[in-house]
């Protein structure tokens, strides 16, 4: 069973979800990571590879359902 926790985490229990935000706030600020993810934009059916377009993506539509932060492995 999923539940859905503030900020659009949608997870199994808290600690899951609480993991989930710190990582994804994690991701965005240290930009670092970004080379290592990539962005699923099921609204305009786009994979975004390039750092570049997934720190845009991050910052523009994390708030935006189906749009998904993944990382390359």
């Given at each position: 069973m999923w539940l859905h926790y503030i900020k659009?985490?949608?997870a199994a229990?808290?600690?899951?979800?609480?993991f989930l935000a710190s990582?994804?706030?994690h991701s965005a600020?240290?930009?670092t990571y970004i080379p290592s993810l990539e962005v699923i934009d099921l609204q305009k059916y786009k994979v975004?590879?390039?750092?570049?377009?997934?720190?845009?993506?991050?910052?523009e539509r994390i708030h935006i359902p189906f749009?998904?932060?993944v990382g390359k492995n």
């Amino acid at each position: 069973m999923w539940l859905h926790y503030i900020k659009d985490i949608i997870a199994a229990d808290v600690y899951s979800a609480v993991f989930l935000a710190s990582f994804l706030r994690h991701s965005a600020i240290h930009k670092t990571y970004i080379p290592s993810l990539e962005v699923i934009d099921l609204q305009k059916y786009k994979v975004h590879k390039q750092p570049a377009k997934v720190r845009q993506a991050l910052k523009e539509r994390i708030h935006i359902p189906f749009v998904f932060v993944v990382g390359k492995n």
